[in-house]
Nanobody
Framework: QVQLVESGGGLVQAGGSLRLSCAAS????????MAWFRQAPGKEREFVAA????????YYADSVKGQFTISRDNAKNTVYLQMDSLKPEDTAVYYC?????????????????WGQGTQVTVSS
């Protein structure tokens, strides 16, 4: 059974940084795409970033390009999202997601496995 456990969320002032972690377990993820999505109150869940576990190729939403960095640690089976220069509009619940294969989808319904989410709140 695949398990994804996020951590690292919290309250931060605008301009600050946070690093989210997603610990993955339950199988070998070498042929998986790992992604981060976020959902703000009253809004749909949106794609943030993705990484292919095998090659480390990265993909970003235009809204976070140059601000967020996704990475992975193979030894720890963990994916990270480094978030810098945070803005109030980055406030959301951030979810880790996983899907087998090499296609990088930017829509939530294509991902089979999800974490429970971690709250990120950026104060102005």
């Amino acid at each position: 059974q695949v398990q994804l456990v996020e951590s690292g969320g919290g309250l931060v002032q605008a301009g600050g940084s946070l690093r989210l972690s997603c610990a993955a377990s339950g199988r070998t993820f070498s042929n998986y795409v790992m992604a981060w999505f976020r959902q703000a109150p009253g809004k749909e869940r949106e794609f943030v970033a993705a990484i292919t576990w095998s090659t480390g190729s990265t993909y970003y939403a235009d809204s976070v390009k140059g601000q967020f960095t996704i990475s992975r640690d193979n030894a720890k089976n963990t994916v990270y999202l480094q978030m810098d220069s945070l803005k109030p509009e980055d406030t959301a619940v951030y979810y880790c997601a996983a899907n087998s294969g090499s296609l990088v989808w930017r829509i939530p319904k294509q991902y089979v496995y999800w974490g429970q989410g971690t709250q990120v709140t950026v104060s102005s």
